[in-house]
């Protein structure tokens, strides 16, 4: 044996650890083929009813892993939202879990409060079978979840001592209201629940003990375990608060108690004939009457209502077990002791000087020993009636015992639960611990870490800083540039009004230009007026010439006449050069005005481009068009000034036709004159020579 035990200690370590890790994987890989197997037996789309060893071991499986993954990993793939039976089969499992199952069920669970939230939404599409109870069981369960959530010291059974009830109020009536209220919509669940699974049910029928009728019956013992619970906290609760509020603001409280208990007692009472039911679960009776919460005294009336399930009959599909009369077991001496106890308590002693020792009849007469006999035969039905009302109290407590055993068995599995988890807490923390001291070592370097990520935070800090001057300084130029911003805008309106100062100007422009075009055409009119009268005066001229033909004196006067008209046109060259001078002048004015208007022009070309090319457009075509009103003005005095030539010329060679006309021979003149005459006449050739070239030099100057 010591050699055995030595060598096993020979054994590495390391394989021992490998041994274990697999075993445990091994018992791992078991049991969640041993739940998905109880699971899917327990959740099928087979309209009867869940068998109580699968839902058992289900419930078993969440206080082996201390959770419900396992149960949710296998349920997610299940089609719940497509089978409306097997939604309904789900409902009622995982309401046994969220009872008798581990208490982190209800922290694994409360995560797919979403998904049942929008499963019930989806089959309350649904006006009857399955779909209808599924969504109304839905609800139930999401309530339960959010009443369990809000409310942590409350278990999952809600099994609750008073001392534990008061407790979770922490003396706040505010608090106890509030739970009041939480515990009368958990309640309203519950019942909607009761009165949708009896309303889908032909009651007329035997449907109880049909497989569809248990199926749909079958998760109902959850909800009169539940209902038993709250109606008896709701009761204590608004005892409570009637002690310390008053009645008028309790007022709607007891109307909604009042009307749940109605309500409820008479699902207890349907449920209570049921067939089903009798073989599974003891169901209480409410009182006739509601209780009289506006008397305090009241209270002790109150008798909590106690659902009893029976041991050997708490699944479905297990047989009845039929109990017997006998309440307490009792060896037979302790029986006859405690008959000659009682005996004696009544009748007195049966010593020798007993008055009542028939043996030795003590002197006393047949009648007065009849008449002991009828009233001892009297005192013995009393006792048999007293009797029989002891028993049916003992049975009544026994019964009582029997459920509080169950609970104590229930509080007992759990605390040896509890213990093992605590054992395994304490190897957990061993391990912890091991890590620990390794994460210290990680610490340690961390530690090394942190100074470095210190000083990269002061360059980071340092950083800030400059970013921080530097956004001042973008902040400071923001508010230049919106100033200067601001000064531009100023500028735009003076260049708007200067744009504006710019039409006004052209317009003056185009009507100081249509002034010109006026005064052009007037002075037209008037040179064709003048033009007219030299030709009238022509005319006069020719006619005098004629006359020179007859007279000598008349040639005198024909040459007279021939000067001053010469010195005349020479006069009126003159006018009309002033007058060209003047209006080139007055054009070159324009000219510059209109070279600086572009100037101005071009230097906003960006803004005022359009506008710019529009009046460039305008002015082009009115410096073409003054160029062709000055072209014909210079073609008119042209004309005009060798029509005034050719008229000399005409009058010059008709006078020298004169000259050597023989009939002009006979006049009588000295050759002194003619010689005068000649010298004007060159002289006038001169000046119309000279007029002539000066007209040549400012045509090329134009």
Known sequence: MEKMTSSVK????????????????????????????????????????????????????????????TFWSVVNRLPLSSNAVLCWKFCHVFHKL????????????????????????????????????????????????EFHSKNPRFPGNLQMTDRQLEETGENDVNNFFQLTVEMFDYLECELNLFQAVFSSLDMSRSVSVTAAGQCRLAPLIQVILDSSHLYDY????????????????????????????????????????????KRLIQIPQLPENPPNFLRASALSEHVSPVVVIPLESTSPDSEPVVETDELVEMDPSSQQNLFENKFDDLFGSTGPTDPFNFNNQNGMSKDERDKLIDQLYKEIAALKDELASFKAESKRLILQLRGRINELEAELAEQQHLKQQALDENEFVKAELEEVKKKQDVTEKAQRSLTEIERKAQANEQRYTKLKEKYTELVQNHADLLRKNAEVMKQMTLFRQTQEDMEQMKKELEETVQQLKDSMEQKEQEQTHKLDALQEKLQSRNAEVLSLKSTHEDSKQTSTVMASTIESLASEKTALSQAVDEKESTLTLLRGELEQAKEALTAEKDSTNRTVEGLQNQLNEKESHEQALEKQLLDEQFALLRSAVEEAEGIIQDALNRLEDPLHFGCTSSADYLITRAQATQDSLSRLQNGHTKYLADKKRR
């Open 234 to 277: 709701t009761v204590k609760l608004l005892f409570k608060l009637h002690s310390c509020l008053p009645a008028d603001t309790l007022q709607g409280h007891r109307d909604r108690f009042h009307e749940q208990f109605k309500k409820l007692k008479e699902l207890f009472y349907i449920s209570s004939n049921l067939q089903y039911f």
């Open 10 to 69: 020979q054994v590495p370590a390391q394989l021992l650890r490998a041994r274990t890790g697999n075993s445990l994987e091994a018992e791992k890989e078991n049991f969640e083929r041993g739940q998905n197997v109880s699971i899917n037996k327990a959740i099928n789309a087979q309209e009867v009813a869940v068998k109580e060893k699968h839902a058992r071991t289900c419930i078993l499986g969440t206080h082996h892993e201390k959770g419900a993954q």
């Open 98 to 145: 969220l009872r008798d199952g581990h208490p982190t069920v209800l922290q694994d669970s409360i995560r797919y409060k979403n998904e049942l939230s929008d499963m019930s939404r989806m089959w309350g599409h649904l006006s009857e079978g399955y779909g209808k109870l599924s969504c109304t069981y839905l609800k139930l369960l999401i309530t339960k979840m």
